[in-house]
């Protein structure tokens, strides 16, 4: 009977052993995918920060482009006003000079043909 009972008390305790055991797995298999899904969560934070911060540099890029293009742009238009302008003022100097030359012309025959003095 006390070889019984010595038996039955090892077997207990190595049933107690084995549930604490499995418990104590439990409970790390339970840290391990708390552990797991927190790094998850932090990695999927963390890639939507990189990503914003992507997004954010892409858009900077874009606005640059954009800001260099508008000055090309206005630089054209302001190159192009000069140049017409430059052009005008080089057409109102040709006629200019073509009505002063005509007119030297006119006064020069009026002068010889009716003998008149202008000067």
């Known amino acids: 009977k006390a070889k019984a009972a010595v038996e039955a008390r090892k077997i207990a305790a190595a049933e107690k052993e084995r549930k604490q055991a499995l418990e104590r797995a439990a409970a790390e298999k339970k840290q391990a995918a708390a552990k797991a899904k927190a790094a998850a969560r932090k990695a999927a934070k963390t890639k939507e920060k990189l990503e914003q911060q992507r997004r954010l540099k892409q858009e900077e890029a874009a606005r640059r482009r954009e800001e260099k293009a508008q000055a090309r742009v206005t630089m054209l238009r302001q190159v192009w006003q000069d140049a017409r302008k430059a052009r005008q003022q080089q057409l109102q100097?040709?006629?200019?000079?073509?009505?002063?030359?005509l007119l030297t012309y006119v006064q020069t025959q009026?002068?010889?043909r009716f003998d008149i003095d202008f000067v």
């Open 93 to 101: 100097q040709i006629e200019a000079k073509r009505q002063a030359d």
């Open 110 to 112: 009026l002068e010889e």
